[in-house]
């Protein structure tokens, strides 16, 4: 870690901080009984699984397609993962099962 | 009398709303055991993980965060990030206005506690006739709270004593993410949404490289997903 302990509490802070606005704004800006406004309603249906997706390649964007295993291990593993949740659709199995092909992987094939 | 009557009122809150985590408990303390370890392997002291549990309460955002401890010190891009990351629960509370008010002081509780796994359980449960809806909801919430606090901080303890070789562990992020992501897009009728946070994600990955692209990502959705908002369409705007 770089940063000062102080940095870090400023850095958890704005987690912090940021969580709590999601959570609270809502109750703050739209009082009882009020119909919310379309764009919001809107934004609420579609901006989660943009999100997500942004996520995922968040996760990936250390993975180098130039050298190593050229993201082969991430590849064959997302693939094994998404597989493993169409066979069964439990979400621990697949979280599971992913991680540890994953590990067994790096670990001892693409070493 | 009328402690003995409050205090029957609050166990039988209790007894109904344990059965509806007992799902909830399997999956915090998987997560939050590995969030735990994977903080520790990540070289975080289990302080981190404790505290972090404890106050953030948010899974996705909590892996987000030790990443960017680990990071250059950027305040305002851990605001943005976060607000963005959690910003679906903006649509829980719009969806909780009602249920979430005239609980008295819980319902600050509430709101603070409303991850994805309260929110729905509290969105769907039905109460029990008897049994009062505020306390109810807050046990579930609470019982939530200390599943994935106590899951994180004994990761994070109990990631010392790890005889195993944990290379590869951070993987379990990358899992977490593509099934939920997975699961939305099976649960979806449309699935542009998923195709633009995929491609902008990429595109400014490309452009910007693996340090600046988030925030450029986050505005090329909204603007992207604001351009095929058709405000004059009724009822289902997709």
Known sequence: MTMSLTEQFIMVGMVILGTMLTRFLPFLFFPVGRPTPKYIQYLGQVLPLAMFGMLVIYCLKDVSLLSGSHGLAEFLSIALTVGLHFWRRQMLLSIAGGTIFYMLLVQYILV | ?238
């Not at chain 2, 709303?17 to 909830?24: D, Q």
């Not at chain 2, 960017?68 to 851990?78: D, E, K, V, Y």
């Not at chain 2, 009728?189 to 400014?204: D, K, M, P, T």
Request: aromatic content about 16%.
């Open chain 2, 1 to 238: 009398m009328e402690a003995v009557i409050k205090s029957r009122q609050l166990q039988k809150a209790l007894q109904a709303a344990f059965p509806y985590t007992i799902p909830i408990f399997a999956s915090f303390w998987f997560l939050g055991l590995t969030y735990g370890i994977f903080m520790h392997v990540c070289g975080f002291s289990f302080w981190y993980p404790m505290l972090m549990s404890l106050l953030i309460f948010a899974g996705s955002a909590e892996f987000v965060a030790a990443q960017m401890l680990l990071g250059a010190f950027n305040p305002l891009q851990a605001l943005a990030m976060t607000l963005m990351i959690n910003a679906r629960h903006l649509f829980y509370g719009i969806s909780m206005l009602d249920k979430y008010r005239g609980n008295g002081w819980k319902d600050l509780y509430l709101i603070f506690g409303m991850c994805d796994e309260s929110f729905s359980i509290n969105y769907t449960a039905q109460v029990p006739p008897g049994v009062d809806r505020g306390w109810f909801m807050f046990f579930v919430t609470l019982l939530n709270h200390l599943y994935w606090f106590s899951g994180a901080t004994l990761g994070g303890l109990f990631g010392a004593l790890l005889q195993f070789d944990t290379t590869g562990l951070d993987f379990v992020m990358t899992a977490m993410f593509v099934v939920i992501f997975l699961e939305q897009w099976l649960q979806s009728r449309q699935h542009r949404s998923a195709l633009i946070g995929l491609g902008a994600a990429v595109l400014c990955l490309l452009i910007f490289g693996a340090d600046k692209f988030i925030i450029p990502t986050m505005l090329l959705i909204l603007i992207a997903l604001t351009l095929f908002y058709k405000p004059r369409k009724r009822g289902s705007a997709l």
